[in-house]
């Protein structure tokens, strides 16, 4: 079974830095798309940043595209997000997730089969 354990949120001034960590256990897989997406209160899902574990691709959301990187362990199956620059509008309950191949390297919501419980980041002005 597929487990995914986010860690490192927590609350931060503008202009401040976190990096959020997913520990994954439990997949088959050689290679499948991860990424991070997050989503604030009253508001839908939205994809922040993905990558394909085999390499060489990712995605960013425009809204993070030079402040956020998305980055990956291999030999510790962990995920990680770089976060610089924050603003408070980057404040939301950050989950990461995991998809099966094929995939497309999107936001698309439905091609992640497997979610983390979420990490809560909040940017203070």
């Known amino acids: 079974q597929v487990q995914l354990v986010e860690s490192g949120g927590g609350s931060v001034q503008a202009g401040g830095s976190l990096r959020l960590s997913c520990a994954a256990s439990g997949y088959t897989n050689k290679n499948y798309c991860m990424g991070w997406f997050r989503q604030t209160p009253g508001k839908e899902r939205e994809g922040v940043a993905v990558l394909w574990t085999g390499g060489l691709y990712n995605y960013y959301a425009s809204s993070v595209k030079g402040r956020f990187t998305i980055s990956r362990d291999n030999a510790k199956n962990t995920l990680y997000l770089q976060m610089n620059s924050l603003k408070p509008e980057d404040t939301a309950m950050y989950y990461c997730?995991?998809?099966?191949?094929?995939?497309?390297?999107?936001?698309?919501?439905?091609?992640?089969?497997?979610w983390g419980q979420g990490t809560q980041v909040t940017v203070s002005s």
């Open positions: 997730a995991a998809g099966d191949p094929p995939c497309s390297l999107g936001f698309d919501l439905r091609e992640y089969n497997y």
